[in-house]
């Protein structure tokens, strides 16, 4: 130890980087961490939990309008204010920056708040132009929004301004078909925005069973947001009003107030100096780790999406987690990518864990499948007429759950339990012993047919 500075130096505090840091310094390792933004990384200062709270700020929108079923006299003129939300959010990301700040330090983790880059198998130069030197180096620094190369994408946005826009548009144009495209159309859309979203295939969220994103497609439609496929944005020009004239081949042009690109995101590796230490990166640009999360070389690991296995933060902590127990507490630890639960928070969310159908026909070949497609009572009393869908894929031979998916109300929150019964690889039956828990959606679960 004598001969570094540090056991351990960590390029990024966000999610991955952040746990393995703490972690390591309560293991006992002499720790700092880098970071040139803010401590807390994409999750905590621009991607889930300031999405999340405009997710439940959006959906006041709907359930004002349900209010009135519910006897409540809701004014017509009832307005929202985007500015209050958005500077309520932002307060509470600046809270938990601190928050983070603060747990690095309770554990004695130095943070160096500069840009740090790697300077050999054991060296980290500082924007400052200092050098510091660490017996292991781990590389935290994460993705960014991939923005095309197209004349005018100076006009668009990312997700990453999302969170600090100064008006409401009124028009907005989407780009991708993925998580963060969907999250905010409903977003958005709620907001009373007219949203178009379009995508180059003819498949949102393509990793999703296709019957709950075929369930989303319509909904979404019957809201009002528009869809458009097999499109792609040429190009933006500015008008003189300040509004965007948006050019697509094969569709009619678009002028809105508002370009959002969430085509994927692309690993930070980009003048990192990973060079200098030989690190690996695959073809994609993401650093290429072994099951430890060792890069090619061998004091230097990665963690999250840099690395770009699963680009989702309860992954990215367990990934730094399982390095700093490998490394620092002699405990080699990998991390089970199998059955990993996700959502998207769309307007209603959707949920799944394990395969969906198409994946297990091709596996597994005998499959059998049992759904339940139901209108909450809630939406009832409402007169909303917006159906939630649960399926269930079960392995024909053994009955094993292999799959469940779902929307509806709070269909990530009951996912996050059955997705302990699945992965424990639980079977229908075991389900079906279960005595319903009446009246909730969740029920729906054990009484599947
Ligand atoms: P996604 O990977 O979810 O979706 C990307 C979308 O953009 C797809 O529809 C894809 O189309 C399209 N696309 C990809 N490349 C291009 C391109 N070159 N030109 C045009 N379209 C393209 O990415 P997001 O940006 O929505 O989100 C990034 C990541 O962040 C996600 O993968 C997810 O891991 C994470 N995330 C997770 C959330 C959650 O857990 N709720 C929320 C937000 C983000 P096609 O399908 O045809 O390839």
Not at 58 to 79: M, N, S, Y
Not at 330 to 353: L, N
Request: proline content about 4%.
């Amino acid at each position: 130890m004598a001969d570094y500075d540090y056991d351990l130096f960590v390029i990024g505090a966000g999610s991955g980087g952040v746990r393995a840091a703490r972690v390591s310094a309560a293991h006992g390792a002499k720790v700092a961490i880098a970071e040139d933004h803010q401590v807390g990384g994409t999750c905590v200062i621009r991607g889930c939990v300031p999405k999340k709270l405009l997710v439940y700020g959006a959906h006041f929108a709907e359930d004002l309008k349900d209010a009135t079923r519910f006897g409540w006299q809701v004014p017509e003129d009832c307005a929202f204010d985007w500015p209050t939300l958005r500077d309520n959010v932002l307060a509470e990301v600046e809270r938990l920056n601190g928050a983070y700040t603060n747990t690095l330090e309770s554990h004695d983790v130095e943070i160096i708040l500069e840009r740090a880059t790697v300077a050999g198998p054991h060296e980290v130069k500082l924007a400052s132009g200092e050098t510091k030197t660490a017996k292991y180096i781990l590389v935290a620094v994460g993705a960014r929004p991939h923005m095309p190369d197209i004349p005018g994408i100076e006009h668009a946005v990312s997700s990453n301004e999302m969170f600090h826009l100064d008006e409401m548009p009124k028009r907005a144009l989407i780009a991708g078909g993925g998580y963060i495209a969907n999250e905010f159309a409903g977003i958005l859309h709620e907001f009373a925005c007219e949203v178009t979203l379009v995508n180059r295939s003819d498949v949102i969220l393509r990793q999703y069973d296709q019957s709950i994103r075929d369930r989303l497609l319509q909904l979404s439609m019957t809201k009002g947001i528009d869809f458009r496929f097999h499109c792609e944005i040429e190009k933006i020009e500015k008008n003189e009003d300040g509004s965007l004239h948006v050019t697509m081949p094969g569709h009619s042009d678009m002028d809105v107030d508002l370009v959002l690109f969430a085509t994927g995101r692309v690993p930070n590796t980009e003048n990192l100096g990973l060079d200098s230490a030989n690190v690996e990166l695959d073809d994609k640009g993401a650093i290429t780790v072994d099951e430890y999360s060792k890069t090619s070389c061998d004091s230097i690991y990665a963690v999250g999406d840099v690395t770009n296995r699963v680009q989702l933060t309860p992954v990215a902590i367990r990934e730094g987690q399982a390095f700093a127990d490998t490394v620092f507490n002699d405990k080699p630890t990998t991390v089970d990518y199998d059955c990993i639960p996700s959502a998207v928070f769309s307007h209603p969310p959707m949920a799944g864990v394990g395969m969906t159908e198409g994946e297990a026909r091709n596996t597994l070949g005998s499959i059998k499948v049992y759904t339940s497609d139901f209108r909450a009572m809630k939406n009832v009393l409402a007169e909303r007429n917006e159906r939630a869908l649960y399926k269930m894929i079960t392995d024909a031979e053994t009955g094993k759950i292999v799959g469940l998916h779902m929307i509806g109300p709070d269909a990530p929150e009951i996912l996050q339990a059955a997705a302990v019964a699945v992965k424990a690889g639980l079977t229908k039956a075991d389900f079906d012993n279960v005595v319903a828990l009446h009246p909730t959606m969740a029920e729906e679960l054990v009484l599947l047919k």
